[in-house]
């Protein structure tokens, strides 16, 4: 099994598959227009810019289980997205991404790259998956991780792209 294999729905409500990413490297993230991470926006936006044309792409899944950071609907977060910091990359409906309503993606993502100790529960917004060209999760990182750090390990999965 691999990201391929989940429906999931755009943030204009259109359903559709992560297999449009096959062969990209991709770095999914639940987001939060309202929380302290909120500022990684850009530094998403500057990756997907950077990278964007080599085969990478930044998925954004906004969520509200986290002291209600993502209040908005979808058209609320769309519009905070783009006119506060740029947002371009595919952006999706907000979900839930822990407990017994968690997306089937995120609870995939969990159960394949656990937290601290084993944990597999998200903590906070803005925690971040990277996947490999062939779907498969990579590594997790913390919402602490600034997504800049990610860099090297983006550009790692890079050189297996085919162009």
């Not at 609320?76 to 740029?86: A, L, R, T």
């Not at 803005?126 to 990182?141: A, D, M, P, Q, S």
Request: proline fraction near 5%.
């Amino acid at each position: 099994m691999s990201i391929y294999d989940f429906e999931v729905e755009t943030i204009k409500g259109e359903k559709t598959t992560l297999s449009d990413y096959k062969n990209q490297v991709v770095l999914i993230v639940n987001t939060a227009s309202k929380c302290g991470f909120t500022l990684q926006y850009k530094e998403l936006q500057e990756l997907y810019d950077q990278y964007g044309d080599q085969g990478f792409t930044v998925l954004g899944f906004p969520c509200n289980q986290f002291m209600g950071q993502e209040p908005g609907d979808n058209k609320e977060i769309e519009s905070f997205c783009e006119m506060n910091y740029g947002v371009r990359f595919p952006m999706f409906s907000k979900i839930d991404v822990k407990g017994e309503n968690a997306h089937p993606l995120f609870v995939f993502l969990t159960n394949n790259a656990p937290g601290i100790l084993g944990s597999k529960a998200i903590k906070w917004n803005f925690t971040k998956f990277l996947i490999h060209i062939n779907g498969e999760v990579v590594k997790r990182y913390s919402p602490n991780t600034n997504p800049i750090e990610i860099k090297p390990d983006i550009e790692n999965l890079l050189k297996e792209v085919v162009k």
